[in-house]
């Protein structure tokens, strides 16, 4: 037996290797688009069975995954701890994704903008302030009209992240005094 191993060890060879047990070479399979007529429909692809979850896909909690409730509707709130490190890390993930559109103060006259694209709408306008948390979590992981979807290039919890500085930037134009604790207020006057 040691001899035999030894002998399939592996050697520069013009030769085609040996395998003891050739069956990861010659694998009875169907490749995509193949025929098979095992099945009615002549089809080696499957349809999964309804109710199939992509690996991956399962999401106990699909507020926070898609920011919506169960009826639908976009929720009102932010599902994480709203806090300055998620702050800082909505700042940069938007400077990085979001910017070159809408530009950092989110008056949409990012650079792109400048290049002769559609300006998209600022975020300072009524209707855009009036939207829910969930709405712009959608908005950013779908898109709408000229606005490509992010999903697959920005994380779940960096999407809120951005919804948190979004609402960041708008405040930064819309605050009023009443938003100052009133210990503070004093210095800003």
Known sequence: ?????????GQISEKPPIHPVP???DQPKFK??????????????RVPVPGTVARGEYHE???YFTG?????????YIPEAVNLALLKRGQERYNIYCAPCHSRVG?????????GFPPPPSFHQDNIRAYADGHIFDVISNGIRNMP??????????????????????????AT???????LRDKIK
Request: with cysteine.
């Open 23 to 25: 069956d990861m070479d």
């Open 177 to 183: 005094i009443k938003d100052v604790p009133e210990e």
């Open 32 to 45: 995509a688009q193949e025929e098979n007529r095992f099945f009615t429909d002549g089809s080696a692809m």
């Open 61 to 63: 909690n699909e507020e």
């Open 107 to 115: 008056d949409g006259l990012g650079m792109v903008v400048k290049r």
């Open 68 to 76: 919506k409730d169960e009826n639908g509707k976009p929720i009102d």
């Open 1 to 9: 037996m040691f001899v035999l191993l030894l002998g399939c060890r």
């Open 149 to 174: 979807a992010y999903k697959h290039q920005i994380p779940v919890k960096d999407r809120w992240a951005i919804v948190a500085y979004f609402r960041a930037l708008q405040r930064s134009q819309h």
